[in-house]
């Protein structure tokens, strides 16, 4: 196994692929848990009234009846009174399990986004191998995530410690305070902690989040012979080569069409020819072939040149035979000087006009 010094490149992408169809990517449990309780925060901040409504209709409905029944209930009453209840208690947990559920989908989703593994779920030996365990057991990153869970529950212990101990006088009263009245305490309690709880939590998972990151980054990390075997590989793959070739025509194209900024008049066929030219005395001693282009291209160059503005002649003859002849940066050879020349001189007069 190579040591770590020794993977000194980045990951390509074909890495970053092969990884990820296999279920390796990164993700912050603690962020999560912070999003989730803040939302559940927020959700029971606006449906808190609710929530306090139902359950005091619940108390009031059903738990007043123990203390005025004059007589045994039977099965059908008792049947009714839980169905009500369920109905009751569907409606007050329902909605909060189902938010849950959904931030819980979208937070792992902005954060992993859709994963596909290809490769399937087969049990590995090394998994189950207590000498790996052992060597996970003590290795840096279970060290490290020792380190983490301590600070948690340390700033959790004394957030809650401080709350309770501000609190702590009125606990004593709420023995004889009406249920609605020492539920609302309860609740409003829980919520302010949650919220205090929550901000410490996202900013530890804010943190862990960039960790998480730069751990699986250099988990991804190669050897400079990695980089090239993987380049020999990519080189041989069709797919890949017609993917550079796309590229690099793309690139070229794009190189070719700013060049045609500098040309003094595009010559076309004019349908399936186009020649952008240019004439200046300080880069060459003649006409020098700036862009061309077939059918395509061609209708490019003209887009191009009606952009800029650039003047546009018809000459069938002279454009497919620059097309033929002249390769573009080179000089227009001396048996099209008199054809060229004629067009620039009609150029330069309407511009001085």
Same mark, same amino acid.
């Given at each position: 196994? !190579? #040591?770590?010094? @020794?993977?000194?490149?980045?990951?390509?992408?074909?890495?970053?692929?092969?990884?990820?169809?296999?279920?390796? +990517?990164?993700?912050?449990?603690?962020?999560?848990?912070?999003?989730?309780?803040?939302?559940?925060?927020?959700?029971?901040?606006?449906?808190?009234?609710?929530?306090?409504? %139902?359950?005091?209709?619940?108390?009031?409905?059903?738990?007043?009846?123990?203390?005025?029944?004059?007589?045994?209930?039977?099965? @059908?009453?008792?049947?009714?009174?839980?169905?009500?209840?369920?109905?009751?208690?569907? =409606?007050? $947990?329902?909605?909060?399990?189902?938010?849950?559920?959904? *931030?819980?989908?979208?937070?792992?989703?902005? &954060?992993?986004?859709?994963?596909? +593994?290809? @490769?399937?779920?087969?049990?590995?030996?090394?998994? $189950?191998?207590? =000498?790996?365990?052992?060597?996970?057991?003590?290795?840096?990153?279970?060290?490290?995530?020792?380190?983490?869970?301590?600070?948690?529950?340390?700033?959790? #212990?004394?957030?809650?410690?401080?709350?309770?101990?501000?609190?702590?006088?009125?606990?004593?009263?709420?023995?004889?305070?009406?249920? *609605?009245?020492?539920?609302?305490?309860?609740?409003?309690?829980?919520?302010?902690?949650?919220?205090?709880?929550?901000? #410490?939590?996202?900013?530890?998972?804010?943190?862990?989040?960039?960790?998480?990151?730069?751990?699986?980054?250099?988990?991804?990390?190669?050897?400079?012979?990695?980089?090239?075997?993987?380049?020999? &590989?990519?080189?041989?793959?069709?797919?890949?080569?017609?993917?550079?070739?796309?590229?690099?025509?793309?690139?070229?194209? !794009?190189?070719?069409?700013?060049?045609?900024?500098?040309?003094?008049?595009?010559?076309?066929?004019?349908?399936?020819?186009?020649?952008?030219?240019?004439?200046?005395?300080?880069?060459?001693?003649?006409?020098?072939?700036?862009?061309?282009?077939?059918?395509?291209?061609?209708?490019?160059?003209?887009?191009?040149?009606?952009?800029?503005?650039?003047?546009? *002649?018809?000459?069938?003859?002279?454009? &497919?035979?620059?097309? #033929?002849?002249?390769?573009?940066?080179?000089?227009?050879?001396?048996?099209?000087?008199?054809? *060229?020349?004629?067009?620039?001189?009609?150029?330069? %007069?309407?511009?001085?006009?």
């Amino acid at each position: 196994m !190579m #040591a770590m010094d @020794d993977k000194t490149e980045k990951a390509t992408p074909k890495r970053r692929k092969e990884a990820r169809e296999k279920g390796q +990517v990164f993700k912050s449990a603690d962020l999560s848990a912070a999003i989730l309780l803040l939302s559940m925060f927020g959700i029971l901040k606006v449906a808190g009234g609710t929530f306090v409504y %139902n359950v005091e209709k619940l108390y009031l409905k059903y738990f007043s009846m123990a203390g005025t029944a004059t007589e045994p209930l039977n099965t @059908d009453d008792l049947a009714s009174i839980f169905l009500s209840a369920a109905v009751i208690f569907f =409606i007050i $947990i329902v909605p909060i399990l189902g938010a849950s559920l959904l *931030v819980s989908l979208i937070t792992n989703y902005l &954060q992993v986004g859709f994963l596909n +593994v290809k @490769d399937p779920l087969t049990p590995k030996w090394e998994k $189950i191998n207590p =000498i790996q365990g052992l060597k996970r057991i003590f290795s840096m990153r279970s060290v490290i995530e020792m380190v983490k869970s301590i600070i948690k529950f340390t700033v959790m #212990a004394y957030i809650l410690y401080k709350e309770i101990r501000k609190t702590f006088s009125s606990f004593p009263s709420l023995i004889s305070s009406e249920l *609605v009245v020492s539920l609302k305490f309860v609740v409003d309690f829980t919520m302010k902690v949650a919220f205090k709880l929550g901000l #410490a939590l996202l900013i530890i998972g804010v943190i862990d989040y960039f960790y998480q990151w730069w751990e699986y980054e250099r988990s991804l990390m190669m050897t400079k012979q990695e980089v090239k075997d993987e380049f020999k &590989q990519t080189e041989g793959d069709p797919y890949i080569k017609g993917k550079l070739k796309q590229k690099r025509t793309q690139m070229s194209m !794009m190189r070719m069409m700013s060049e045609v900024a500098k040309a003094d008049v595009v010559i076309t066929n004019p349908t399936h020819y186009a020649i952008a030219i240019v004439y200046d005395e300080t880069i060459g001693s003649a006409p020098i072939v700036l862009a061309k282009g077939k059918d395509f291209v061609a209708q490019k160059i003209k887009e191009k040149a009606k952009e800029l503005k650039i003047e546009i *002649v018809e000459n069938k003859p002279l454009a &497919q035979a620059l097309y #033929a002849t002249v390769e573009i940066g080179e000089e227009i050879p001396s048996e099209f000087y008199a054809a *060229v020349a004629e067009i620039l001189v009609k150029i330069y %007069n309407i511009k001085n006009k």
